[in-house]
């Protein structure tokens, strides 16, 4: 199936206004970019990405324009982009308009400067001092400043100088630190020397207030000394030495600065890449490039592919697509440095990174659950769920490494059978159990032979309450854990099936029927089987060992084998 591609035209550099008579509009835009994209990878992403291109590494979203209602409507989502592209067919245009954002501009307040007397405002005319004039003339006690009608009016006032021969200008420099503080010191602010008789108690007690404000004035430009602080401690919020338990961040606290990297989410659905992303190692990266390659049906090489730096490349040769990250010398983060990320190739039902271990990692539930599950149901299961084709030795080998990870190390338990047959003994006493050992096909090993087990509780429920015959057959084990079992089972008096007691064997032979029907006759008490009836279906090796330890028993066949024979 051909790609479809879609020409979208990016109308960007403008802004949205509203018109009552034509409704809202977008004006001064830039000059209009045409962008082939393919309706497949038709996203958000893919639309950042080339505003990217364009200059503008910010913005404030995409909108659309609806012929029918004559308004603009908002690309939220990639729910949203896929349907406005669902109609569209090869060849067609598609019309974009950028929403920008504009920063808040930082409000710089000025100081007032040295040479304004703040402490003296009468009307509004006395706020412009002309050349020729006294300062000690125009100054009056004010009790009420309004500061911030100060500022404005400061602002708008041309042409100001003041004579600087007064000697106590420079009292006059914390202007601003004066009008900030509180009520009570705007209550006590005292009038300057006008050349007439001062009150000496009043001197004292202006240079008195002065002097304690100077003291409480905050010092923004404190130096840090050396081996005190860190960027770690000055930039971050993680220790928590010195905090009260009750802080809440945001409000006690400040708000830690927030990072402008991008780092990958292992919790998304679909796989997505950015240039700058940031990942744990490279590890990661080549299981989020295999989800994106089966996601997308898409053939990728890895080539070079080491554990510093991964080049992903699309197997065919007129695609560029391209994905290249390694690892950041100076921050030791596995980045993604290089990204095209428009594909021109077909998708395909066939794809080599999906191996055994993707199929393991996808349907770990599904096979844990069922651990018989046909090799044919496993692909049945990719092909539903990824639309994928995968061979049976792929799925094989799925599976085995699922059944080993999560059903245990079957092998270290064959180990630990003989501390199994203590304990049955322990907690079930009367019971039988034994565990044969084959120490001589091996040298230096112990194998495993034989498993018999008979409780007390079936021993005693057979000799009191059940008829005097037995069956004997036996089955493999599909399993794990290989070989056959053995199994003896009686009828009770309500004419049901009664088990008796069972064997674990390596394979079914003589030696092993061998050993079953001896410890069945020491717990039975069998003797040499008078008045006893036993039922099979000629086994290997079974009929000769039965005839050498029971001669007085009757013989009987099963006539389901019999029928199917």
Known sequence: MANIIITTRFHHGGKFVSDEEYGPRYIGESEVKYVSMDKAHFSIFELLYYTKEFGYMTVGGFYFKDPKKKVFIEVENDLTSV???????????????????????????????????????????????????????????????????????????????????????????GAETDLDSSADSQEFNIPEDDDSEVDEELRTFRNERRNCVKQ?????????????????????????????????????????????????????????????????????????????????????KLKPNEKHRVRVRCEEKKCKWLLFASIDKHSGDFVVK???????????????????????SKFKDEITLQSYIKLWEIQKLVRKKLSLYVGKIVCSRAKHRIIKEFLGDWKME???????????????????????????????????????????????????????????????????????????????????????TWVVVYQEKKHSWSFFINHLIQDLNLDTGHGLTVMSHMQKGLVPIILELLPDYEMRWCARHIWSN
């Open 216 to 300: 409480k004035k905050p010092v923004q430009n404190e130096e840090i000394k050396l081996g005190s602080a860190d960027s770690s401690e000055v930039d971050s919020d993680d220790s928590a030495d010195g905090l009260e338990p009750e802080a809440v961040r945001g409000v006690d606290l400040l708000a830690r600065r927030k990072s402008k990297k991008v780092r990958f989410d292992p919790d998304c659905v679909v796989a997505i890449f950015e240039l700058g992303m940031i990942f744990e190692n490279a590890k990661q990266f080549r299981k989020v490039v295999a989800e994106y390659a089966v996601e997308y049906k898409v053939r990728l």
């Open 83 to 173: 349907s406005l592209v669902e109609d569209l067919e090869d060849g067609d245009f598609l019309d974009l308009y950028v929403n920008h954002v504009v920063d808040e501009v930082e409000v710089v307040e000025d100081r007032v400067p040295s040479s304004f007397l703040c402490g003296t405002v009468g009307d509004q005319s006395s706020n412009v001092i002309g050349e020729n004039s006294n300062v000690g003339e125009n100054i009056s006690t004010v009790h009420d400043i309004n500061v911030e009608g100060l500022h404005e009016e400061l602002t708008q006032t041309d042409n100001i100088d003041i004579e600087s021969g007064a000697d106590e200008l420079s009292d006059l420099e």
């Open 338 to 360: 290089h990204y095209y990320p428009v594909h021109v190739c077909t998708t395909t039902i066939k794809n080599k990174l999906c191996t055994s271990k993707f199929i393991a």
């Open 414 to 500: 064959f180990s630990r059978l003989c501390d199994y047959a203590d304990m049955i003994k322990h907690t079930n006493p009367d019971s039988s159990c034994w565990v044969r050992i084959d120490r001589e096909s091996q040298l230096g090993k112990n194998l495993f032979a034989y498993f018999y087990l008979y409780f007390d509780a079936l021993k005693r429920g057979w000799l009191v309450g059940c008829r005097k015959i037995i069956g004997l057959d036996g089955c493999f084990l599909k399993g794990s854990c290989k070989g056959e079992l053995l199994v003896a089972v009686g009828r009770s008096e309500n004419n049901h099936m009664y088990p008796i």
